[in-house]
């Protein structure tokens, strides 16, 4: 693709594609909106009267198949994911798309055999937290030597609230995943087996799915990794993260924030939602979103990921089913990936 402003076509305008196409169009320069779609005609006309230059489409295969738009950004359901993606391969087109890649791990596999037949990757999948501030200096200390040889790691994702609607595998499914996605990041390690226990459940939750869980991690190479997983009742939007080394520890710092001495207390806030404490990293994934794309050679988490993501979090809902640790099988990594 020769150097110019990367025409994005954005499918589904609900509050995540409503961020990110305001992100698009104005902090990110070398890439802007010109298409959107949503099922709901009224989300995607108001979104295009706020914004100069953005055309509404009939649909989200419309707007894949159009030669003015250079790529795509899919923010709809979980459940139309798949096909959206699977659209843009086979018109050949780069499409990031929000985790997760798909619901089924056949979806993934079919995807990557798409790539592949086409001979490089057009899929980005969503896990903004590769770009985090934080996540990023703790895995160049690993790289660096600064503790040694990780030996485990023990992490926290603490949420408020849920939406109505919310179940027991969306904390593996819609919460987890990122846990499961960064900690082989981290790591540079795939997963042997995993397990999720249930513990003593908190009164705070709103509806009747399990809160919290614990979830478990066990690397081809014999590091522990335990996630508390607690999607509803939290104090705060809270994330955590320890890695234990040979030689040290890494724990990832809070955004910064002022921390204030009065009335005999010391304190500083948190944040409430999860947009606020990534907003940084969700800026920097779509930057270097467009300059990849533009340059021709995507950087950012791939279909592989996805794929692996999926095959994980369905060994872990198994091992919440039947009590037991769970073994993680995955195709052989192709080349492009």
Known sequence: ???????????????????????????VPSATVVAVYDYFEEAAQKVAAAYDGIEVFPSGEAIIESEGVDAVLVATTDDTHAGYVMHCLENEKYVFCEKPL?????????MMEKEQAIGKRLIQVSFNRRIDLGYREMKQAIKDGEIGEPLMIHSAHRNISQAPGFETDYAITRVAIHEIDITRWLLDE?????QVLT?????RTSGDWLNPQLVMFKTVSGQRVDVEVQTDGAYAYDIQCQVVGEDGTLNLPDPAKVWKRTNQSFSYSLTDHWAKRFIESYDTEFNEWAESVVADQLVGPSARDGYVSCVVADAMIRSRKTGRPEK????????IY
């Not at 798909?102 to 079919?110: Q, R, Y």
């Not at 513990?199 to 009164?203: C, L």
């Open 102 to 110: 798909a619901l089924t791990v056949p979806e993934c596999e079919e």
């Open 199 to 203: 513990v003593k459940q908190s009164r």
């Open 328 to 335: 993680i099988e995955l195709v052989e990594k192709a080349d």
């Open 190 to 194: 795939e997963y042997e087996e995993v």
């Open 1 to 27: 693709m020769s150097k110019k402003q990367l025409r994005v076509g954005v499918i589904g305008c609900g509050a995540i594609g409503r961020e990110h196409i305001h992100r698009l169009m104005s902090v």
